[in-house]
């Protein structure tokens, strides 16, 4: 059983009465949770997009701070809007940019991306990146797996670094991968390419140099 602890009792107002949130809080000071009852929230495991560091956070949470450097981490998904100002979106959550926005000057930190529109600018996905309309990087890349669809455009202006990738439609521009670059019946890669497997299905083409992984580049 906890230990019971006691606190001056001051009371602000006349009725004698603790306003409601202090009062819930000296409830929970004093109720008999273990912790094993308190560890049942549902919890996922997340990485700060700040320190690179990993903790656990409840699954159903829209924020966090990072118990090693304290950041805010933002964890609600974003949806772009059109004429949006702020090009800058850091989120343990997912980004959707739809089919009607046409947006530069990006910088995105997230878990899933999902492009419909055309997106150009910085982007470092930890999860799937699936393109269906058009991304062009001019900063930073980087994805857990990157999947170009049928009709997808995605173009690279430096290295991009993939865990894997699939690609349906027409990526220009060079990428690393450690694990396996596919090329499907619609996909069409114009660029070096430096991966462990790499597999073109009939249909598919590839444009370029191809470098096992573990060689130097
Ligand atoms: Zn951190």
Do not use: W
């Not at 930890?126 to 058009?134: A, D, E, I, N, P």
């Not at 090329?183 to 249909?203: F, M, S, V």
């Amino acid at each position: 059983m906890p230990e019971f602890k006691t606190e001056p009792l001051v009371v602000p107002s006349i009725s004698g009465l603790l306003p409601e949130g202090e009062r819930n809080r000296r409830v929970a000071l004093t109720s008999f949770a273990t912790s094993r009852e308190r560890a049942k929230v549902p919890t996922r495991e997340v990485v700060c997009y700040e320190c690179g560091g990993r903790c656990e956070v409840p699954a159903a949470a829209l924020s966090a701070a990072c118990p090693r450097c304290h950041a805010h981490l933002n964890m609600a998904d974003v949806e772009l809007k059109p004429g949006l100002k702020r090009t800058t979106i850091r989120t343990l959550g997912d980004v959707t940019v739809p089919s009607d926005i046409v947006v530069s000057h990006l910088s995105i930190i997230c878990r899933n991306l999902t492009v419909y529109g055309v997106a150009t600018g910085s982007f470092q996905c930890s999860g799937k990146l699936k393109v269906r309309g058009t991304l062009n990087e001019d900063g930073k890349f980087g994805a857990a797996t990157l999947h170009v669809k049928k009709g997808g455009h995605v173009t690279f202006a430096h290295i991009a670094e993939v865990g894997s990738a699939i690609i349906n439609g027409l990526v220009e521009g060079n990428l690393s991968s450690p694990g396996e670059i596919e090329i499907r019946r619609n996909g069409e890669l114009r660029g070096n390419c430096r991966c462990a497997k790499l597999t073109i299905d009939p249909g598919g083409s590839h444009t370029g140099q191809f470098t096992r992984y573990k060689d130097t580049y």
